[in-house]
């Protein structure tokens, strides 16, 4: 009978001691990285992803202006330094198709065909809007451009959280892994009286310079 309540004893105050220590472990502080450690990781990974001349994403795309939300989904094929873009839906009123090249860009509606020097100036004159498209090449990939002096602020894994540039704000959500790169999954882009929401899906064809 002795031995009995011995092991009993003994068996509850090691099943005790375990769950002190999984609690106690439970309470640890987790490990972050540095902000040297993210800002190592950060420019290393600005530099491949830098590279890259080639991709092609799908997505949804909403912008809040005026008090209005129109939205649309988007279909984005990046070559080198030409570009084309779809939006289909609200946003393009049904169908918004611009090809752009360095110094010529054309956007075909259903109604018409619209010719300008930038996508910036086509926005600017024919939409009411803004669209960054110079910094937005850096921006869609997690880096800051440039061109431009820029604040940046990391995630605990060491991607973008945020940048502050040309007079923009950029918020960044999740990320996902394509062929061994993180590319962003989420993003909101703040101007002045404007918001570009961005969700960015099926990254495809990633290149970092044509035909490798």
Known sequence: ???????????????????????????????????STKADYYNARATAVGKLQEWDVEGKIAVYIDNKNNHGNLTWRQRSNTFDL???????????????????????????????TSIEELFANHFEWTFPMRELLYWVRGIASPAST???????????????????????????????LSMPNKMTIKGKAIKLKLVLKNWANLQPVPGQ
Not at 88 to 106: C, D, K, W
Not at 169 to 179: A, F
């Open 1 to 35: 009978m002795k031995n009995k309540l011995w092991q009993g004893i003994l068996h509850i105050t090691y099943a005790c001691t375990i769950s002190i220590f999984i609690t106690a472990c439970s309470t640890l502080p987790q490990t972050t990285l540095s902000e």
């Open 86 to 116: 779809l939006i289909t839906g609200p946003l393009g009123q049904g169908y918004l198709h611009i090809e752009g090249r360095p110094g010529a860009v054309l956007a075909t509606t259903a109604e018409e065909q619209i010719q300008a």
């Open 150 to 180: 820029a604040k940046l602020a990391y995630s605990d894994t060491g991607d973008l959280s945020s940048i502050e540039q040309a007079g923009w704000q950029i918020e960044y959500g999740p990320y996902t892994q394509v062929k061994g």
